[in-house]
């Protein structure tokens, strides 16, 4: 079983600039400018519980910034921007 990430909080976080991977897009189809072939975010959260993150800003990623995937219970992202 995996372990689960659970109270953690996250304030006044920055992130700028990451990198897509999109060699899955290169190998495939793309759908024109959409990123919709990504299956992660810069920010990506699975299997957590009470994960918050409060006064952060997620910008420039070119994809995806903030993702709560499977299993992310009781989490937010607030006060901030994406």
Excluded: P
Aim: proline share 0%.
């Amino acid at each position: 079983a995996t372990a689960k990430a659970e109270g953690m909080r996250f304030e006044g976080l920055g992130i700028k600039y990451s990198k897509i991977d999109f060699s899955a897009c290169l190998a495939g189809t793309c759908m024109d400018q959409s990123v919709a072939f990504l299956k992660t975010a810069t920010v990506h959260t699975m299997n957590v519980d009470g994960v918050v993150f409060d006064g952060c800003n997620v910008t420039d990623t070119g994809g995806y910034g903030v993702w709560f995937d499977e299993g992310s219970y009781n989490c937010g992202f607030m006060n901030g921007q994406v």
